[in-house]
């Protein structure tokens, strides 16, 4: 029996690469595909890519198109889940609703306000299986918050330093490369080929960037107290990519010899994420179009700091594979179903 899984704001890249992953996906049928300004138009005009479903006519994105499907994908921007996951919850109470937006991440109510400016719609369980004890919380969940990406790529990058108390809560530095298909598929004039091609830029410097709360929210729960982070995200000139770089200073009696072994115990079984061999550093090109992620470290001994870089797909790990794979958890599947592929080279 197949699981029919409709896919909101297929229009834009979050939704377009759920459905080309869930059309890889052994268990799944597709059902609705919804969009808003360009409801009305062929799939295969919008996303020329999804081969086998370009004759699909976007429908809508209302409760009633979206109601009677097992499962549910939100891709929509800031603010828009909230109100169509509570009509939802009325109308088609069954459904299992994944949201790649931001709307259900933050514990904080407040937090949400001071970031996003608009009411909060509450706390889903975070879909981010590697974190510990996540998975046990994600098995069997109806609802699941899909991390942002750039939390994604830091908390994979940081939580098994803090999960061993080796690394001290306070004088975090993120520095992230993204890809410009980071900041979904709306014109936006900084990000125009011409302004966007051979150059790098920074934004929302000074703790300004609303996944700085979300991703001290993630290293809180690791380390078991508050964590402080500043975190500063470029845009990179390619299309899809993170490259994150955090460092965190050791703690006084960490044993630089026992760091390594931190995240060599956390990683050693996840399908997912790779601690390289030594020596050997994460690159974008290496797991784009996969749900892999890869991650080296080094400990700077002089600066008495451990220096963590890894590598995901923003819009697959960093989105809709990160979204595949707690709906496999929650569903009961197996977790890597729809997400065997390798990564594309050149
Ligand atoms: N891109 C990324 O790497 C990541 C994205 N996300 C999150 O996923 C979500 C989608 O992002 P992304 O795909 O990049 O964005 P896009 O701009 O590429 O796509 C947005 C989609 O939402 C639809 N939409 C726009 N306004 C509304 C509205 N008011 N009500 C309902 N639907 C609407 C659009 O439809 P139409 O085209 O018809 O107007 C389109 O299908 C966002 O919340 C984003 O933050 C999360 C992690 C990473
Ligand atoms: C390059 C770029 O612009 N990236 C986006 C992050 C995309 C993401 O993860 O998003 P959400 O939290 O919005 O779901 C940004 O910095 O706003």
Known sequence: MSITVAVSGASGYAGGEALRLLSGHPEVEIGAVTAHSQAGERLGVLQPHLHTLADRVLEPTTADVLAGHDVVFLALPHGA?????????????????????????????????????????????????????????LAGARRIAVPGCYPTATLLALTPGFGAGLLQPRDVVIVAASGTSGAGKALKPHLLGSEVMGSMSPYGVGGGHRHTPEIEQGLAWAAGEDVQVSFTPTLAPMPRGILATATARLTDDADPAAVRAAWETAYADEPF??????????????????????????????????????AIDNLCKGTAGGAVQSMNIALGLPEQAGLESQGVAP
């Open 273 to 310: 994420v790779r601690l390289l061999p030594e020596g050997q550093w994460p690159t974008t090109a290496a797991v784009i179009a996969s749900n892999h992620v890869q991650v080296q470290l080094a400990v700077d001994e002089r600066a008495g700091r451990v220096v963590v870089v890894s």
């Open 81 to 137: 889940s909230g109100p169509i996951a509570a009509e939802l919850a009325e109308r088609s109470p069954d459904t299992v609703v994944i949201d790649a937006g931001a709307d259900h991440r933050l514990e904080s109510a407040a937090t949400w306000a001071q970031y996003y400016g608009t009411e909060h719609a509450g706390t889903w369980p975070y879909g981010l299986p590697e974190l510990p004890g996540q998975r046990g919380r």
